[in-house]
């Protein structure tokens, strides 16, 4: 999908929520898991309720990958049944050396190999350039970089404090740090994500996962990426606020996908869950809809 | 499996030795492509000839999910062929928020949801704590940590010097950076990742993958964990030193595995791939054990 066709979409629904497709079997109501393919009957029951509200569909990929190979077949029978205008998103946090990360693009971006065709996969940073530009060779294909999620542990390693002026020889030879740490290059480890990903080949095809628990946090990724597009996921079940999200992260082309799972996907564990789930979504959109 | 066995298996194979099983369609022979399950059929013969030599064995989960359905039934049958004295890796570089990583574990510890049980799994600890500690739930079962990786990339991020005294903050009130960074305790991240993941609730079930293309950096690390087990990757193919990596990597129990896998499965391209493989598993379980 491209860049004017979610936009589109966005427009048209006046809506730039995301439904997470976390399909737990200990969550499931118990009348769907009667069904042969319990998971794909639920997600399709929930794609129904909320499609006139959500521009995007989630599926996390663990929740297919922890029930062995027919969890990738309820998966694959997912997607088929997402409509073409809506944006899908792998949401998988792959990311390995070259020729590795280059078989992952291949199972969720390659039809022909894997059965599977999203529109965008998300990627873990950590192991650095040449283990994500495997994924941005897709054309009209995007990658979601993690660059500040919204758990607990993002604290750990995502707001280090870092000098990219300081090399690994700096430290090995004990030069005085004062030359080179007194200036104003400091930068969190996520800004350092977003700003070298910049610089990338095929940088354009890059979105980012910004958790909404750090909203405050939205302006210096504002800084450093204005026009991109951002996931926003935490909205509902983790505590995130639409409010703040949007005050920090609206673009002049929206530039949000907000994110929910839970709070829709399990409005209700009764026989109403997919209305419930439907009602939930429509009070999102309708909130979306005062920002744009 | 356990810490003792584990070290009685190098011992008795005189061997550290881990062989990738990353089958590539594009470069398995082409007698074994006839095969209705070429994937398992090449693992089988590529195991059959390396088990003298080699104490686990470390599919590369991506080779197979890029296959869609079918390459999850060949990874799972490949798991039920390796013997049960062998050290067994999914080598999926997974890690999410912390229900998220529950199902991650699930899906390679727990066999009676996904099929499969491995004794270990790699995790990214880009997302920290909440994000790993799930998968360090398990008795007698391994998390690999990804700290300092053999690809060209490792050094976008991996290298990236932090304070961990300095606090964001800090790095908001523009306070006098002299004040915090005249000291000793700068260090690279994958250090930070290291020392933290150290200090979590069942650490000495971690063990962490540090690149041989890296072996001068293998003092450092061994200086944060002198006695945990490090996978090294990247000796073969991508060009690592053995004499380097035991030089700073050995400890009392060994605790290294060194993992090849093109330089083995890939030795021949012909029908005699499966006795060049032993070869070169050969030729290196002897340079090995010189070592122990």
Not at 55 to 81: D, H
Not at 91 to 98: L, Q, V
Not at 159 to 177: F, G, M, T, W, Y
């Amino acid at each position: 999908m491209t860049r004017e066709q979610l936009i589109e979409q966005i427009k048209l629904k006046k809506s730039f929520l995301c439904v997470g497709l976390d399909p737990d079997l200990k969550k499931l109501p118990k009348h769907i898991l009667k069904e042969p393919d319990a998971v794909f009957e639920f997600n399709k029951r929930i794609i129904d309720a909320t499609l006139p509200y959500a521009v995007a569909y989630k599926p996390n990929i663990a929740f297919y990958e922890a029930l062995g190979p027919r969890g990738w077949n309820s998966l694959q029978r997912t997607l088929g049944y997402i409509p073409k205008d809506c944006f899908t998103i792998a949401d998988a946090k792959r990311g390995d050396i070259g020729n590795t990360s280059a078989l992952y693009a291949q199972a969720f971006f390659d039809k022909n190999a894997s059965g599977m065709s999203f529109d965008s996969i998300t990627v873990a940073p950590y192991m650095g350039r040449d283990s994500v530009t495997p994924f941005l060779e897709f054309k009209d294909k995007w990658v979601i970089l993690l660059a500040l999620t919204s758990n607990e542990g993002s604290a750990d390693f995502q707001h280090l404090v870092s000098n990219p002026r300081l090399s690994p020889a700096d430290i090995d030879a004990e030069i005085p740090h004062s030359q080179v740490l007194l200036d104003t290059e400091n930068s969190y480890l996520f800004e350092e994500v977003l700003r070298r990903s910049q610089t990338w080949p095929n940088a354009n095809r890059l979105m980012y996962v910004v958790g909404a628990t750090q909203a405050h946090l939205l302006k210096r990724i504002r800084a450093v990426v204005p026009d991109g597009f951002l996931l926003i996921p935490g909205v509902g079940a983790q505590g995130g606020s639409l409010d703040e999200v949007c005050r920090y992260g609206l673009n002049a082309d929206v530039g949000l996908l907000v994110n929910a799972a839970r709070s829709i996907i399990y409005a209700s564990s009764g026989a109403d869950f997919a209305q419930k789930a439907a009602e939930e979504a429509k009070r999102m959109q309708q909130e979306m809809a005062q920002y744009l």
